[in-house]
């Protein structure tokens, strides 16, 4: 992960910016207020839930009392901008502060349990944060919870007005934030460390990873944005309600969380757009909503484990291949003469255990060399070779799988070092080729220090 690309360069950056513009103008044509309250809301579920993610998908940290470090914003801000009387904007900044440390204080216990006691615990600190709450009716309104909380404003416009949108884009930038810290988060070395310890606690501590430290820290840091989204929340419905501790709001975000996959950072925002969406959709056949929902949720669960990210991946992956494919086909039909005119020898199909590859083969000479082509290639990088050496040896060099006009291969099966090294020797012996000289570029140099480690001739 250290050396991955920046993002800019994933797959993921064109659909990331489309859907942002898309959200940008979203309330240019949903100009009614309930349409506009539905996708705010779904803003901070998706908060919610991606930060979650952080301490139960990245971090493995089964904590229930996530949703508390919500209602903490929440309350705090209700507090410090009616009772206090607090500028809203700082009240706003105050509220992650207090959910970090209350997220810090959780940590102590949490360092020193493992599994169902982590459950227990964190439970026992959600309700502990409730009966405080409720006890203290002078501050929090008790059961019936604080109203007309003082609303956000900028220069005197209020953000209500004009449809909510003020609110909405404010929510909007939330989420942007959250994910972009999300993000960079996941790719520190923060978080390889927060996964290290998921994936095989001793082997981390025995690298020097220090179990303890980055707990706490994944703790306080899945702790920020909830604070603020709750402070949001408060800001945005005028209310604090001691509602929000409920098994409804528990539910729903996770719900969203293992809808959308576990340790992704866009699955959970895909999953509260989802969710919401098809819950307002089914708002007319009231309990049966539901059943319904609860029924989706567990069939793609069923069906795809890794939620609907993990089926959107491979959904655009048979895309890929299949557009791939298309345009192999299409090049091995009509470009033929181009690619004959660039090698100085026709391309043909050969048969191998990884599946076809197409080859181009001089067919003349006494020695053999065969070239293989890197990552992102094909075997027409190597025509200058082929334009000097032609006469003087037999030249052969092809696609790899998925490369050039070859065919895709199976990605499980034929995209690795050790397929290549295969298709090699494959190669040899359908063309007998006795005993080649392997010259590799890049992935293909791997391919012939494989291909040479095997023993092969």
């Known amino acids: 992960m250290k050396y991955a690309p920046s993002f800019q360069r994933t797959n993921g950056f064109w659909p990331v910016v489309i859907a942002l513009c898309i959200a940008a103008a979203l309330p240019f044509f949903f100009t009614e207020t309930h349409i506009r309250h539905i996708l ?25 009392a996530h949703i508390a470090f919500f209602a903490i914003g929440l309350y705090t801000y209700g507090i410090a901008a009616k009772i206090i009387g607090l500028d809203p904007w700082l009240a706003l900044l105050l509220a992650p502060v207090l ?31 409730f009966q405080l709450v409720v006890s203290q009716g002078d501050f929090t309104g008790g059961t019936s919870g604080m109203v007309l909380i003082p609303r956000l404003e900028i220069v005197g416009y209020r953000l209500s007005s004009d449809g909510r949108i003020g609110y909405y884009y404010l929510s909007l930038l939330l989420v942007v934030f959250s994910t972009v810290f999300l993000y960079k988060l996941e790719r520190s070395a923060l978080g390889r460390a927060i996964k290290a310890l998921r994936d095989n606690k001793y082997y981390a501590i025995s690298r020097g990873v220090s179990e303890g430290r980055i707990r706490l ?38 719900s ?4 959308g996959g576990i340790s992704t950072i866009w699955g959970p925002l ?16 009231g309990a049966s909503r539901s059943i319904i929902i609860a029924a989706m949720i567990i069939a793609v669960v069923v069906v795809y484990p890794g939620g609907l990210y993990a089926a959107m991946q491979e959904i655009w ?31 043909h199909l050969v048969e191998t255990r990884h599946g076809p590859v197409s080859v181009c083969d001089t067919g003349n000479g006494d020695q053999t060399i065969i070239f293989v082509h890197g990552n992102s290639s094909c075997k027409e990088v190597f025509r200058r070779q082929f334009d000097e050496f032609a006469g003087q040896y037999r030249l052969v060099t092809f696609d790899l799988p998925g490369h050039g006009v070859s065919p895709n291969g199976n990605p499980d099966e034929d995209y690795a070092v050790e397929a290549y090294a295969e298709i090699i020797r494959n190669l040899v012996d359908s063309l007998d080729l006795k005993t ?4 590799g570029w890049s992935l293909g140099g791997y391919a012939a220090l494989e291909y040479a480690a095997r023993g092969t001739p």
Not at 102 to 126: D, K, M, Q, S
Not at 234 to 241: D, F
Not at 256 to 259: A, P, R, V
Not at 436 to 439: C, D, K, L, S
């Open 256 to 259: 969203i969380l293992l809808l």
């Open 270 to 285: 895909i999953a509260a757009v989802v969710i919401t969406a098809f819950a307002e959709i089914l708002a007319d056949y």
């Open 436 to 439: 080649p000289i392997v010259f």
């Open 317 to 347: 992956g048979l895309g890929t291949r299949l557009r791939t494919n298309v345009t192999a086909a299409w090049r091995r039909r009509f470009q033929a003469s181009l690619r004959q005119e660039a090698m100085g020898v026709k391309d």
């Open 99 to 129: 959910a970090i440390a209350f997220a810090a204080l959780l940590a102590i216990p949490v360092l020193r349990l493992e599994g169902i006691y982590v459950i227990l615990v964190t439970i026992a600190a959600a309700q502990l944060l």
């Open 217 to 254: 820290l994944t703790l306080c840091a899945s702790a920020i944005f909830p604070g603020l989204a709750g402070a949001f929340y408060g800001a945005y419905l005028r209310i604090a309600s001691p509602d929000v501790f409920g098994l409804g709001f528990l539910t729903i975000t996770l």
């Open 40 to 64: 705010i809301l779904i803003f901070v579920y998706a908060i919610l839930a991606s930060n979650w993610d952080l301490s139960l998908g990245y971090g493995g940290i089964v904590n229930f």
